[in-house]
């Protein structure tokens, strides 16, 4: 007897990993991306961190996902952490643990970074409230749609209409 396959399996199984394809996926095309149902959709259970000092972990032993999460980190925070942990499990081997203690600058924890840029603030649903972006209040209110923080939205703003920023 087996059992059956979490969505997020069957997803990475098929290739479908980057971001408008967990989207797609859910029919989600509106501000905020509900990142919770999200990870709950791909079968991944949300626990607090067991550390103080993580942002944030993902553990997958057997096909069960697990990210942990600073419960105490504001809302924002949170809902980038998770949807970096999202990453990791989308696109990484995950027969080792990631842990989120502090941004270490590799490869894998750049492409979690930009796999959660891109989940959260995904071009295409950005493109038709840009304008908002043309005074600072403006950046707020994008931020406030989309759950960010204003630095993840300023850097994202940047990004798309004014050439690259690392992240
Ligand atoms: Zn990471």
């Known amino acids: 007897m087996s059992k059956a396959k979490p969505n997020w399996r069957i997803l990475k199984d098929r290739g479908l990993t980057k971001p408008d394809d967990i989207l797609t ?8 991306v509900d990142v919770n149902a999200i990870a709950e959709h791909l079968g991944v259970v949300v626990h607090p961190v067991p550390e103080p000092g993580w942002s944030g972990a993902l553990t997958v032993i057997n096909d069960h996902a697990v990210a942990w999460l600073h419960m105490g980190e504001v809302e924002e925070r949170r809902r980038f952490t998770l949807a970096h942990e999202l990453g990791h499990l989308m696109l990484h081997d995950v027969t080792k643990a990631f842990r989120d203690v502090s941004f270490d600058g590799s490869v894998q924890e750049s492409e979690a970074n930009r796999f959660a840029v891109d989940l959260l603030m995904p071009m295409w649903m950005l493109d038709p409230v840009f304008h908002h972006a043309k005074t600072d209040a403006g ?6 749609m989309f759950k960010v923080s204003r630095a993840a939205m300023t850097r994202r703003l940047h990004e798309l209409f004014h050439g690259v920023i690392p992240l």
């Open 25 to 32: 996926t859910l029919y989600a095309f509106e501000p905020p």
């Open 139 to 144: 950046v707020d209110h994008l931020a406030a």
